[in-house]
């Protein structure tokens, strides 16, 4: 159970207070990217009429994610908020798999990239909206339907960030668990192969997908 509780960490001191970085989250964290950049390349370097599997797949998420943020957006907003929904759907998609490829871990089993980036998508949502409602519609529609629920309401966004985070967060640590366990259990056998399979492509896919639709719908909640 080491590998769950040793963490490498890097301490740095600044002006008195010590920061401490979590080295294995941060370079899996550029191997992502590292791996989004050599796709795009991949992607865009012979566009053609016949085009290769790189190009499809980019194509294919291009196609997917612009139809999705331009029915929650419309068009104007769109144009402006597709790339972040595309790129922030592939670097957790990335980040999910990258447990499946032995001596890799996934940088979205560390709580600090679920939470950071739950933090980006609820200033990016409300940013928009105070941008396109003006700051003064902006309050006044935290003391709907009367003033007394103000702070409940303030509590309700708060928890946005908590919630989509940890959801995250639980779901890949917990694949991390029991995959662990169970390898234990019977040597490593049949079975852990398996189950990191199912966690890695299955629900890694499928809690990109809901981690990127939910900041999109709390964008389009501020914005419309």
């Known amino acids: 159970m080491d590998e769950l509780t040793e963490i490498p960490q890097m301490t740095l001191e600044f ?6 970085f979590n080295t294995q989250t941060i370079l899996m964290t550029w191997v992502v990217m590292a791996a989004l950049i050599g796709f795009g390349f991949l992607a ?47 670097f957790l998609l990335l980040s999910n798999w990258l447990g499946i490829i032995p001596e890799l871990s996934e940088p979205t089993k560390d709580l600090n ?6 933090i980006m ?3 990016i949502a409300h940013y928009s909206g105070i941008k396109a409602k003006g700051f003064k519609a902006y309050v006044k529609g935290y003391t709907e339907p ?15 960030v908590i919630s989509i ?12 668990i029991i995959i662990l366990v169970v390898s234990h259990l019977v040597y490593s056998l049949i079975l852990p192969p398996a189950l990191n399979l199912f966690f890695g492509l299955f629900v ?7 981690f990127t639709m939910l900041t999109l719908v709390y964008i389009s909640v501020q914005v419309n």
């Open 44 to 90: 865009t370097k012979k566009i053609g009429f016949l085009p290769n599997p790189f190009q499809v797949v980019g194509e294919l998420l291009v196609t997917v994610f612009q139809g999705l943020t331009l029915d929650a957006l419309g068009e104007d907003l769109a144009k402006k908020y597709f790339p972040l929904i595309c790129g922030l759907f592939m």
């Open 165 to 176: 985070s940890f959801r995250l967060f639980g779901n890949i640590m917990g694949g991390a």
């Open 121 to 123: 998508g609820f200033c």
């Open 146 to 160: 009367i003033i007394f629920l103000a702070p409940l309401n303030v509590i309700g966004e708060i928890s946005k």
């Open 15 to 20: 002006f008195g207070i010590n920061l401490v």
């Open 113 to 118: 990239t679920p939470l950071g980036l739950g």
């Open 204 to 210: 890694g896919t499928i809690q990109a997908f809901v």
